[in-house]
T-cell receptor, first 112, second 113 residues
Framework: AQSVTQLDSQVPVFEEAPVELRCNYS??????LFWYVQYPNQGLQLLLK??????LVESINGFEAEFNKSQTSFHLRKPSVHISDTAEYFC??????????FGRGTSLIVHP | DTAVSQTPKYLVTQMGNDKSIKCEQN?????MYWYKQDSKKFLKIMFS???????INETVPNRFSPKSPDKAHLNLHINSLELGDSAVYFC????????????FGEGSRLTVL
């Protein structure tokens, strides 16, 4: 069985400040890890993914996440957020069944 | 040209009615899914189809019946709608590589009155 814990349901931050959204997972097999973003009234879009290789993965809009196997974490970071980053962020893990399990989401609220 | 499209986007109906949500993907993917997102944004897998065959059927009431006429379509039919069925339903698809990377539709918001 696999599970995902997103410790923070809401993260408020000021524009241009750094942010970290935390994600921890558990799985009995090797995993693939994902971050998805959901803007208001839209579907989920893939932000970045870890499949293999380098443990640090980046998105095209400045987010990055690091796979830490010993701590079973895949935290999402951005050094300087923008108002347009306001959205719901979901961490997901897939293992043996390849059906991903989602965390409960973290609402990132960027204030001007 | 939308990759995963769902219709309708909004659906408001009375308790006890039957309704359907349609989903189509033009990505050539073999696997399609239905997820339910509740009011607290929690996403739960309902069904998964691979090449028109059911491979996952989580603990969903049998009032919910998926239908896959071909691998590009996965429709969701709901009988005898209840208040608790109100949610946003997302269709998704994935490639045969099965890493778990999903491509989502924009969602269908169902409101049962």
């Amino acid at each position: 069985a696999q599970s995902v814990t997103q410790l923070d349901s809401q993260v408020p931050v000021f524009e241009e400040a750094p942010v970290e959204l935390r994600c921890n997972y558990s799985s009995s097999v090797s995993v693939y890890l994902f971050w998805y973003v959901q803007y208001p009234n839209q579907g989920l879009q893939l932000l970045l993914k870890y499949l293999s290789g380098s443990t640090l993965v980046e998105s095209i809009n400045g987010f990055e996440a690091e796979f830490n196997k010993s701590q079973t974490s895949f935290h999402l970071r951005k050094p300087s957020v923008h108002i347009s980053d306001t959205a719901e962020y979901f961490c997901a893990v897939s293992g043996g069944s390849y059906i991903p399990t989602f965390g409960r989401g973290t609402s990132l609220i960027v204030h001007p | 040209d939308t990759a995963v499209s769902q219709t309708p986007k909004y659906l408001v109906t009375q308790m006890g009615n039957d309704k359907s949500i349609k989903c189509e993907q033009n990505l050539g993917h073999d696997t399609m899914y239905w997820y339910k997102q509740d009011s607290k944004k929690f996403l739960k897998i309902m069904f998964s189809y691979n090449n028109k065959e059911l491979i996952i059927n989580e603990t969903v009431p049998n009032r919910f019946s998926p239908k896959s006429p071909d691998k590009a379509h996965l429709n969701l039919h709901i009988n005898s709608l209840e208040l608790g069925d109100s949610a946003v339903y997302f269709c998704a698809s994935s490639t045969a590589s099965n890493t778990g990377e999903l491509f989502f539709g924009e969602g269908s918001r169902l409101t049962v009155l």
